[in-house]
């Protein structure tokens, strides 16, 4: 990685003003899952062994603008207090004069968190003016927040314009393990593509194409591949409108692209729906694809037979619904069982491996969906851009 992290930065005395991504899921205000914040700690504790000062910012979901207790992050820093045994000063807004005021009290090994930077409706548009009443927080600018460089925002690129700017140690993590399958990546290479649609990731597929040795493409994204070769895929998903991109695809790619043979199907889009297995050709009308079949997950073995590296992103089949969810988690045990370095997409692909029980026998886990397709995709992210590159 050519960006500057904070070991190449003196931290001693400073105010660090740190971007994390404590977007986590809440219930009845309380944090259900604490794996972002958690992923955060290796990257808070070095600034605060360094003699640093911490003012941490995060968004959290989508709030209408304006405060709203239910996106607050109270309960994020209650959770961080926890994890770190030291209290975590809550801030009642992330700009202020009051806010400035408890940012300068800071002493050494203290830590400040930040309200939702969303209560701004200005974070979404990149505001120079509220990334400047950002910048006076802090002395020093890391990004941590992989999961939100994606998004040109007031906390994740302008403020880091106005500060040193540096990444930390998730940042830097994401940033290697998926570099590892856009530029020099070992082989054999095997991708693997799953979700609804192939509009979202044609330019995922495009890329991968250029540096992989195979592609295996399922889920509903596969339909629209399956129509393309002239198969009939009944009332299955397919995206009529990117068939044609699809055929394409085919025709440059022939036998690098990996599809179902076969599939367990459903006479509804429904978790109790009438189900059974069938070859890909004799869907019968009337019937959807739900889940790859066994012949497929066979095939899928054979194809991922001796590869050094795997990268996922998204589902082979409809997996929030247990009864098709086999091929998604087999899928998930193969990877784990490949002896190969496998990379992880973040969102669906991320729940899949935690669900099937795997998720720490992957080589990395990505903390960022959307992040981690468009950085596959080969986009530069603007929060990581906008970072100190190395001299």
Request: hydrophobic share 45%; glycine share 10%; aromatic share 6%.
């Amino acid at each position: 990685m050519d960006k500057m992290t904070v070991k190449d930065i003196d931290l001693k005395g400073k105010r660090v003003l740190m971007r994390v991504d404590f977007n986590v899921p809440m219930e009845g205000g309380k944090v259900t899952d604490d794996k972002r914040i958690k992923a955060a700690l290796p990257t808070i504790k070095y600034v605060l062994e360094q003699g640093a000062s911490l003012v941490l910012m995060s968004h959290l979901g989508r709030p209408k603008g304006g405060f709203d207790p239910e996106f607050s992050l109270k309960a994020a820093a209650e959770v961080l207090s926890g994890h770190l045994g030291i209290p975590v000063q809550m801030a009642p807004d992330c700009v202020g004069p009051e806010v400035e005021k408890m940012a300068k009290a800071l002493k050494p090994g203290d830590v400040l968190m930040l309200e939702n930077t969303r209560f701004h409706p200005e974070e979404e548009k990149n505001d120079v003016g509220l990334a400047k009443k950002m910048a006076v927080l802090g002395d020093v600018y890391v990004n941590d927040a992989f999961g939100s460089a994606h998004r040109a925002h007031s906390s994740t690129e302008a403020v880091a314009h106005l500060l040193p700017a540096v990444s930390g140690f998730l940042m830097e993590k994401e940033l290697e393990y998926l570099g590892k399958a856009t530029s020099n990546p070992e082989h054999p290479y095997i991708a693997i593509l799953g979700g609804a649609k192939i509009s979202d990731k044609i330019l995922v597929v495009e890329n991968l194409l250029s540096k992989c040795d195979r592609l295996i493409i399922g889920g509903g994204m596969a339909n629209t591949f399956l129509v393309a070769k002239g198969l009939n895929m009944q009332d299955s998903l397919v995206e009529a409108g990117s068939v044609d991109t699809a055929k394409a695809i085919l025709a440059k790619s022939g036998s690098r692209i990996i599809l179902p043979v076969d599939a367990v199907i459903a006479d509804k889009f429904e978790a109790e729906a009438n189900s059974k297995t069938v070859e890909i050709d004799k869907i019968p009308a009337g019937w959807r694809m739900m889940d790859v079949g066994p012949k497929t997950l066979e095939l899928y073995k054979t194809t991922l037979k001796g590869a050094k590296l795997i990268v996922w992103n998204g589902p082979v089949g409809v997996f929030e619904m247990p009864k098709f969810a086999e091929g998604t988690f087999a899928l998930a045990k193969l990877l784990a069982e490949s002896g190969a370095t496998t990379v992880i997409g973040g969102g669906d692909s991320a729940s899949a491996v935690k669900k099937a029980g795997v998720a720490k026998q992957m080589t990395f886990v990505s903390t960022g969906g959307g992040a981690s397709l468009e950085f596959l995709e080969g986009k530069e992210l603007p929060g990581v851009a906008a970072l100190l590159n190395k001299k």
